[in-house]
């Protein structure tokens, strides 16, 4: 992560979240708009959805993110700082820990950090502007800290919703979702070889909130670690968008920093 180029710490991944997608769906008879009914598909679904909008999943921190926040406290300083700090040092539920996770969860990076998240993300309904809908389906994607039962999270939405009319499916097949141990001989390398490109930068352990290889190596017993190459700007995060963009400098920083640290492993 970095800012204006310069980068402000280098992560360190060693586990991800998993990614499940669950289907909302509502069907009804229909008929015409002027003689509404109270079993429609889209308030079903609809109010299923905000439901889910208003719940948070409990605070969860593993081994990496713990360490994460540990070391993040140091580089953020101030009431940021002291916020992480209280998420790891103080006890859970405590008064600095509750107004610690609730000014962290603000932040969408924080917040996906510390626990399992759950998002509408795709909604249809409905076929014409003056009928009654049949049908109305909503995607609700969730991403799962790494040892969480997603058959427990299925279950959870499900009450959630809280409506018979409602069914709510998942994609794909329950997998495990492993994490890979903190190794002190590969953090040091990665300081090491850090420092020789980028002076004074952190090395950080990291979970990653989106999805890499990673996760089937891990399945396959296979420790898995990613390192971050090229410092993107906090504030011009643009993943996924059409308007994806790097610098030109931090990319061939890039390239020698991993050309040091493959040198380095090699020893």
């Not at 509502?26 to 909008?53: E, F, M, Q, T, Y």
């Not at 909604?123 to 991403?143: D, I």
């Not at 998942?170 to 040091?188: F, H, I, V, Y």
């Not at 420790?223 to 030109?248: K, L, N, W």
């Amino acid at each position: 992560m970095a800012t204006k180029g310069l980068p402000r710490f280098r992560a360190f991944q060693t586990c991800e979240k998993a990614f499940y997608t669950f289907t909302l769906e509502a069907k009804d008879s229909g008929g015409h708009s002027s003689l509404p009914r109270k079993a429609n598909p889209i308030h079903a679904v609809a109010a299923g959805i905000a439901r889910i909008a208003d719940y948070t999943f409990p605070v969860d921190l593993n081994e990496t993110t713990r360490a994460f926040f540990a070391r993040m406290s140091k580089i953020e300083g101030g009431p940021l700082g002291m916020d992480m700090s209280a998420l790891v040092q103080s006890p859970p539920d405590s008064t600095p820990w509750r107004a610690g996770v609730e000014r962290l969860s603000e932040d969408p990076y924080w917040n996906a950090q510390m626990r399992t998240t759950a998002v509408a993300t795709l909604v249809s309904g409905g076929h014409a502007s003056n009928a009654l809908p049949q049908t109305a389906k909503a995607n609700v994607n969730c991403r799962l800290l790494p040892g969480e039962d997603i058959l427990a999270v299925k279950a959870r939405l499900e009450s959630l919703v809280n409506d018979p009319r409602v069914k709510v499916t998942m994609e794909g097949t329950p997998q495990k979702n492993l994490a890979s141990p903190l190794r002190q001989d590969l953090m040091t390398a990665l300081e090491k070889t850090t420092l020789m490109v980028w002076s004074g930068c952190p090395v950080i352990p990291a979970m990653e909130t989106g999805g890499t290889d990673g996760a089937k190596l891990r399945i396959a017993g296979i420790p898995t670690y990613g390192i971050s190459g090229v410092p993107i700007d906090q504030d011009d995060v643009r993943a996924h968008g059409q308007d994806e963009r790097i610098r030109e400098t931090n990319y061939y920083e890039g390239l020698r920093a991993f050309e040091l640290l493959i040198r380095e492993l090699a020893k």
